[in-house]
């Protein structure tokens, strides 16, 4: 099984950074592909980007050029920088894992942009 367990979020001004870390253990294969979710107020999960193992990243539109997502492997840890945020961009933000045996969620960290 994987465990996720995400941080960094917090209550920032538009036009400020956040760099939030998915920290990976249990067993896993490095590099670990992951996806970066958020949770607005509709409590849906809306994709914002992700990486894949070969390192490959993709961002939904509305973050390009304002996001980026980097891996430390030898932390097993995923990053999702975030720069110039803006109001729409609050909610919880999660990382998500996906395998053969499942899917593994973080429990997600908040990031509320205030205007």
């Known amino acids: 099984q994987v465990q996720l367990e995400e941080s960094g979020g917090g209550l920032v001004q538009p036009g400020e950074s956040l760099r939030l870390a998915c920290a990976a253990s249990?067993?896993?294969?490095?590099?670990?592909?992951v996806a970066w979710y958020r949770r607005g107020v509709d409590k849906r999960r809306a994709w914002v980007g992700g990486?894949?193992?070969?390192?490959?990243?993709d961002y939904e539109d509305s973050v390009k050029g304002r996001f980026t997502i980097s891996r430390n492997n030898a932390k097993n840890t995923i990053y999702l920088q975030m720069n110039n945020l803006k109001p729409e961009d609050t909610g919880a933000y999660y990382c998500?894992?996906?395998?053969?045996?499942?899917?593994?969620w973080g429990q997600g960290t908040q990031v509320t942009v205030t205007s």
């Open positions: 998500r894992h996906s395998r053969d045996d499942g899917e593994y």
């Open positions: 249990g067993v896993i294969t490095i590099p670990l592909s």
């Open positions: 990486i894949t193992t070969g390192g490959t990243a």
